[in-house]
């Protein structure tokens, strides 16, 4: 195949960006994706890199807001307990196991409705996401508009993944049917679009 466009490429054969090689801005990005790959990327690149994860996979969506899932702004170096017992101060080891496995240990008064990202995610997007936690506790949260601050209170379930979904102005949605339908990541949306039928059979929901 020929192409103008270059390709970066993980260890695990998942392509993780393509380039065109025509554009000096999209091979000064090939160049820092590449050393954030091989682990030399600056600490604000990883960390803008994590931003992004952290947006597209919407983890604000319970992140922000202390009814649904532990608040992440300064949560580097307190004490969490669990829900089966036991506690720990919380260290870079734990919010990357948090973010893979999160059932392993689940803190007290929360449910288990978090996705497990380990088959998901590379070890480098993993590492984006601990610097992105660790920058939560150095800069403000982003303001949140009025819509959201005003949103109802009550969240709806995913029907790809049923996990509990804070519906906001930037939440993925698919209209069907007449109805709305809200997803806690633009892939469960995806997914739903792609075959509504399949995630609604069982669910009382009506389809044709």
């Known amino acids: 195949m020929h192409t103008n466009r270059f390709f970066l490429i993980d260890a695990e ?12 801005a999209a091979l000064e990005r090939l160049v820092t994706d590449t050393a954030r790959l091989l682990g030399s990327a600056p600490a604000n690149v990883v960390t803008g890199v994590g931003r992004e994860l952290f947006s597209s996979l919407g983890c604000a969506g319970c992140h922000d807001d202390s009814q649904l899932a532990p608040p992440l ?42 996705p497990t990202y380990e088959s998901l995610l590379t ?19 982003p303001e949140r508009s009025e819509s959201q601050k005003t949103a109802s209170r009550e969240p709806e379930t995913d029907p790809v993944c049923g996990m509990p979904t804070r519906v906001t102005e930037q ?3 698919v209209a069907y049917h007449g109805h709305t339908y809200h997803f806690c990541s633009p892939g469960c949306a995806k ?14 929901a009506q389809v044709r």
Not at 13 to 24: A, F, I, K, T
Not at 90 to 98: M, P, T
Not at 102 to 108: F, N, Q
């Open 13 to 24: 054969g998942q392509v993780l960006g393509s380039y065109d090689s025509s554009d000096d």
């Open 73 to 114: 702004a300064g949560l580097l170096g307190t004490r969490v307990m669990f829900e089966r017992g036991g506690a720990t101060v919380v260290d870079d080891a734990y919010i990357r196991e948090s973010i893979a496995t999160p059932g392993t240990r689940l803190v007290a008064g929360y449910p288990n409705s978090m």
């Open 123 to 141: 070890s480098a997007q993993l590492g984006s996401l601990v610097s992105y936690v660790h920058s939560l506790g150095e800069e403000p949260l």
């Open 171 to 173: 939440t993925p949605s």
């Open 191 to 204: 997914r739903f679009h792609s075959n509504p039928a399949k995630y609604l059979a069982g669910r009382g």
